[in-house]
């Protein structure tokens, strides 16, 4: 077997999981050569009770921030490109012309109920949270769907930095990151998910079933630490 593939095996519910971590390691320190940190949707609309109109619980959104913050300092420290993407529309109509939000659109009981008023124009949910934006950090605004590259230019951002790994961060595991995975995977980046860095509204069995897929297919997960450590080989 390949020392690179992102190999899985069967798990005692069934589920795929990721060989080792060491498998991720070794991935990223033989490909990662020119890697960048991409957040997807770390702004008040998701992570800041007082405004969000999709919100994580508030201890968990917390909790992601604490280590995110953290984790983009120590990153930006070693001069790797950060790039932050945010999910804005210009009115309900672009977001409701998505037949699936439509229908989740002020439904009783979905999380996506409030689906229809999420980051609209210049709400303060479309603001990045406090410490996730510094310095040289790069901003890519207006994302209108799950997959980051669609109707934005990260594409054209990461080409022009002549990144060829992708490190993503942020939310949902199950929507917004695993979308972007698999877009980033089929334009043939490396695809690396910090555990550390992503989480969902829609509770533990659709973030760890995101990333069991993610694994299983389409990229490596990988801790913090270890993305650290081998940052200084770089």
Known sequence: MSKLAPAVKPGGTGQAVQETEAEAVE???????????????????????????????????????????????DVRDRGIPIIHVVTAYRDRREIIANPYWRFQSGRAGSIRSGIADHNLGTTHGVELMPGIRKGPDLLVHGKKRYDCFLGTDLGFTLRSHEVNAVLLLGVNTNSCVIATAISASVRDYAVFVVEEGVQTMGGQSLHDAARQVIAGSFGWLIHAADVLQGLHKL
């Open 27 to 73: 991935a990223f320190r033989v490909l990662a050569t020119h890697p960048a940190v991409v957040t997807i949707d770390l702004h008040r609309g998701h992570l800041d009770p007082s405004v969000a109109t999709l919100p994580l619980p508030a201890e968990v959104a917390a909790a992601l921030m604490s280590r995110t913050v953290r984790f983009l300092d």
